[in-house]
């Protein structure tokens, strides 16, 4: 199984994350559906096969009569025209099927997950805050102007 939080890979039977500390007993949050508009997508599909399918069979149809004074063979003309309708007919049999797709999608009861909250790890929660001035974690990290080794300060 993964967790939910980190993807990170997990045995059956943890309580916590190894890598993440995320809680994995925590339930599943609640769904709701998601509202989903499907007219203008259907609009845009229909009309794009529809404008695909005309404009595509004219120019064929007009570059095969162009192909047939060239050629006085009916054999390229006929493969053009059979080739150039396999492919309108693939390209709108696709955006149908897109269509298809996206107005079943609409139509089934579609469940959004909404965020879980991060519950801290028990470990983390019994560690007392620290005291004192924290050390800086760029200590030693950056070149400076000043020498390597200062003489220690001598007090009296």
Do not use: W
Not at 46 to 75: P, R
Not at 137 to 155: D, G, K, V
Request: charged share 10%.
């Amino acid at each position: 199984m993964f967790c939910q939080s980190c993807g990170a890979e997990y045995a059956i039977g943890l309580n916590y994350c190894n890598r993440c500390g995320a809680n994995l007993n925590t339930a599943i949050a609640q769904t709701e559906s998601v509202p989903f508009s499907v007219t203008k997508p259907a609009i845009v599909i229909g009309s794009a096969v529809v404008l695909l399918t005309l404009l595509g069979f004219t120019a064929l149809i007009e570059g095969a009569a162009k192909l047939a004074l060239v050629f006085q063979q009916n054999d390229p003309v006929v493969v053009t025209i059979a080739l150039g309708m396999i492919t309108i007919m693939v390209i709108d049999l696709m955006l149908v099927l897109q269509l298809s797709r996206l107005i079943s999608a609409a139509l089934s009861p579609v469940r959004a997950t909404q965020p879980q909250k991060l519950q801290p790890h028990k470990a983390v929660e019994q560690l007392s805050p620290p005291t004192g001035p924290m050390p800086s974690i760029t200590e030693h990290t950056t070149r400076t102007l000043e020498p390597a080794f200062r003489q220690p300060i001598q007090r009296s």
